[in-house]
């Protein structure tokens, strides 16, 4: 009978069975005739029980030889033990070893987080890594499904692109054959012209901006996930985005609590963060910091200071809209009733992670759209099929995106975004 190759988190279905692991040494020690490892393959860790009585004197003095991160392959009889870690161990009687591994340079000790970056590849070992990287998992495959369930289309929209969405101060310029090109800073202008095709769609993937920003929530790529919906109007992609973030809480409590426990975050604190979510206007902030001791207009932009006050007033995600139009992008809609303000929406997330979600309607009018670009001192050659959008069956739209990298950080309670992505890219930081 063939024996089984099992993943680690699947061994309690096994429970008596003569089964196979693969995987690496994370401790190793001994106590006689016994010798006692734990042993992860990705999926998990399990305690493996090797005895010189069963293995014999030549495996058991392997085994002696194992260091950390040392690859192997196990077979043995699964065993429940509830003092051992998850509840089962491995009775080893048979071991095959891959590669006996140079003294790992990621000890349980306090290291840097200068040394910790730099052995990046190696540190994703730890299982507060896999813990951070695991929940990133989920919510990316919360949103995907999220929105797929909604009758959304994915559509991929390029990298390299001739144009600038956010403003070009933050761009990364590189050469295409012949033209200028910049990395994209966002999908939607494209995802514009998807919704118009489509009706609802939606685009996932990374990009990039040239801030030189040295602070906790800012890397240089980052993944955003940015709908855009035809027909749709401020209230509606508010709606949406509250609904979104409050699945992918929900998908983070329900699937990974384990992984939350190993990050000892607050629980109870995610848990009542149901909806409907507070929302307030920018006018309404700009008086709520006032009454803080704060030295701040109408007109100016939030500092991240400013973001974590207003944020702290609430004991769930805020909403914040109808922003100065002079400080937003130039595709944003204006209010009719107010034209010095834009139908724009940020939500800020609670406990001092700032800004999660940006977005809000679209110009679709192309004689409004065409003032905008100019006065902004935008390319207009550039912009010639964003423009024709509105030439062919212009409606009104709206969108937002989302960032993953701060969302991982909020729902995860970490203090930097360099841990939110398996190789982060931040001010000067480009290896490995």
Known sequence: MKIAIVPIDKISRHEGDKVIIKGW?????????????????????????VSKGVVGEEQFALCGHLTQESSLIVTGMVRKDA??????????SELEV???????????????????????????????????????????????????????????????TPNACEGTTTLFQTEYFDQVAYLAQSGQLYGEATAAAFGKTYCFGPTFRAEKSK?????????????????????????????????????ILDRRLTELQVLERDIVKLEGMIPPFPRISYEEAIERLQQEGITIQFGDDFGGDDETILANQFDRPVIVHRYPAASKAFYMAKDPVRPELALCMDMLAP??????????????????????????????????????????GSVPHAGFGMGIERVVAWLCGLEH????????????TLYP
């Open 25 to 49: 040494v994370r401790h190793r020690r001994s106590s006689g005739k016994l010798g006692f490892m734990t042993v992860r393959d990705g999926t998990g860790d399990l305690q493996v029980v």
């Open 98 to 160: 891959i590669q006996i591994a140079e003294p790992f340079p990621i000890q349980p000790k306090e290291h840097g987080v200068g040394f910790l970056m730099e052995h990046r590849h190696l540190w994703l070992r730890s299982n507060r890594q896999h813990a951070i990287l695991r929940i990133r998992h989920e919510i990316i495959r919360t949103c995907r499904n999220f929105f797929d369930d909604r009758g959304f289309t994915l559509i991929d929209t390029p990298i390299f």
């Open 351 to 392: 406990e001092g992670y700032g800004e999660i979600i940006g977005g809000g309607q679209r110009i679709h009018e192309i004689e409004e759209l065409s003032k905008q670009i100019r006065a902004h001192g935008l390319p207009e050659e550039a912009f010639k099929w964003y423009l024709d959008l509105r030439r062919y």
């Open 417 to 428: 975004v360099r841990e939110t992505i398996a190789f982060p890219r931040m001010l000067y």
């Open 83 to 92: 003092r051992a870690p998850g509840g089962y161990e491995l009775d080893a």
């Open 215 to 251: 602070t906790r929530r800012h890397l240089m790529e980052f993944w955003m996930i940015e709908p855009e919906v035809a027909f749709a109007q401020l209230p509606d992609v508010m709606q949406l985005a509250e609904d979104l973030v409050a699945t992918v809480i929900r998908g």
